[in-house]
Structure formats: structure tokens, C-alpha cells
């Protein structure tokens, strides 16, 4: 099965509605692809990293981001903006006895603008699947190793919803800069599979 989804019924009817928009004039593939462009040269995992790190030096932010991620992004400079559609982002907060980790059965769903290109392994079948019903198992082979207490949630990414993970704030960090603390986070730490 090929990584890439440019068979999936939703990636053929994307294609017949350009070509229909193309052919009445109303789309002008030149400037689809310069917009397309634009937005993926802003998407970055260091967007999210931003808001990590903001979300762990003012509390006020992190409970807004974490009530509605949509209305806390542009107090940053960032937004889920950039398709044609707006997803819905839920951040969703690791804490000692609750680990979360992201995933999307169905495709390869993903909140491109803050996490960057999605990883290869994220959009594989085994991932997709294994994830939901052996979390444990996946994190460990990702060299994440929980407590048997800690409950593990999959949230399970769609067309209309987007997850992020919140990581737990490493220890000792508290005299660090937002800057050096975005800089602690890594993308897969965005996604559930590794600690920051």
C-alpha cells in the first residue's frame, strides 16, 4: 500500500472539482499551486514548538489553547488557516497519569501547519492501525516506555478535527527561555510518541 493518498476517494473528488473549476474559469491552476506553495513553506513543526512553549510559561494561554486552540493560535501569530476548509484543533495535555498520542485511521489527517509534513510512519497502515489497538506496544517501539499506570489515549484525527499533543514540561526547566523550551520539543513529542 503506497504511503501517499492520491488514490483515496476524497484526493479523486479534489481532482474532479479542480478540473471543474479549472474548465469554468473560476481556478486558475498557477495560482492554486503558488498559494499551495506559500502555505507549505510556513508549515513547520517549529509552529508547534512555539505554542508548546508558550503554553508552559503562561498558564492563561495554555488554558485557552487548550479550551479552543482555534481562538488561542492567534494570539502567536499562527492559525489552522491555510486550506479550504478550517479544521478544528484540540490540544490535548499529557500529565503524569494521562499520556495521549494521535493518529488517523482513516487517512493521514494531521494539523500540517503546526507539526510540518507529516512523518512516513504516520500515514502507514501498520501505525494506523496498531496504534489504536496496541498503543503501548507502538510507544515502546518508539523507545517510550510508560508506567503501567498511566493511561494511554488515541485520538483519532479527521476532516473536520485536528489533534496536537501538549507535552509534559521536562523538569528543571524553569529557568529557560520560551525560545530554549520550543527548542526542547520535537515533533514527535506533538504527536504522543516520545516525551519531551
Not at 501505525?127 to 496496541?134: F, L, N, P
Not at 515502546?140 to 507535552?167: C, K
Request: hydrophobic share 40%; aromatic share 6%.
Amino acid at each position: 500500500m503506497s504511503d501517499d493518498h492520491d488514490d483515496s476517494p476524497i484526493a479523486a473528488r479534489v481532482r474532479e472539482l479542480e478540473a471543474i473549476l479549472e474548465e469554468k474559469g473560476l481556478l486558475d491552476p498557477a495560482e492554486l499551486d503558488q498559494a499551495l506553495e506559500a502555505f507549505a513553506h510556513k508549515a513547520s513543526p517549529a509552529n508547534g514548538f512555539r505554542v508548546v512553549a508558550r503554553a508552559w510559561v503562561d498558564d492563561g494561554f495554555k488554558a485557552r489553547l487548550l479550551e479552543n486552540a482555534n481562538e488561542a493560535l492567534p494570539e502567536i501569530g499562527l492559525s489552522m488557516g491555510g486550506g479550504l476548509q478550517v479544521q478544528q484543533l484540540h490540544v490535548v495535555e499529557n500529565t503524569e497519569e494521562v499520556h495521549n498520542v494521535i493518529v488517523c485511521t482513516l487517512c493521514s489527517c494531521y494539523p500540517l501547519s503546526l507539526l510540518g509534513p507529516s512523518p512516513t510512519w504516520y500515514k502507514s497502515p501498520a501505525y494506523r492501525s496498531k496504534v489504536v489497538s496496541h498503543p503501548r506496544e507502538v510507544l515502546r517501539q518508539f523507545g517510550l516506555e510508560l508506567a503501567d499506570s498511566t493511561h494511554i489515549r488515541v485520538w483519532d484525527a479527521n476532516a473536520e478535527s485536528r489533534y496536537m499533543v501538549l507535552p509534559k514540561r521536562p523538569a528543571n526547566t524553569e529557568g529557560l527561555t520560551e525560545e530554549e523550551l520550543a527548542g526542547r520539543v520535537t515533533r514527535n513529542g506533538l504527536i504522543g510518541t516520545a516525551a519531551v
